[in-house]
């Protein structure tokens, strides 16, 4: 491939991926009780202070941005980066994807949680899918899936 084919075809793929899902997330309603008293950290809603919404990585964000775009509320993120103590207060995975920015916990208010586990299920950026049983919220991470498989790795309870 000629070298200045990959930074072009880089720019299409990305401009694309941006057209399909940034029109819809920007849509995407944060209204109503359950958004009241949380605090929008980088565009994203966050459950507490404690929670990092600006170290996550561009696909990532497409990712989120995808969840929102389809079911027109906002997400609310659990939790986001973590540096490595935060990781071990919260019982963490030495390995965690969250201390690699690629990895968000996080509802919609209102939307099933079977219903995000099941769109999760069916969007290629998702390499994980932590499902957690009791807990409002899923794991997502944007890890590379192993070869063959054609959705996430699932985890807790999915």
Known sequence: MHPLLRPIAAAVVCSLTLGACVPMAMFASSSG???????NDWGTFVASREVNALCITPKLRFVIWEFE???GRKVIMNSGYRDG???SAAGGADSSYHTKCMAADFYIPGVPKQELIAFAMRVDGVGGLGCYP???FIHVDVRDRPRGYNRPVTF???
């Open 134 to 136: 009791g807990r409002q």
């Open 85 to 87: 103590q935060h990781n």
């Open 69 to 71: 775009g389809r079911f």
């Open 156 to 158: 807790s309870g999915c």
């Open 33 to 39: 009780s359950a958004y009241s008293g949380k605090r």
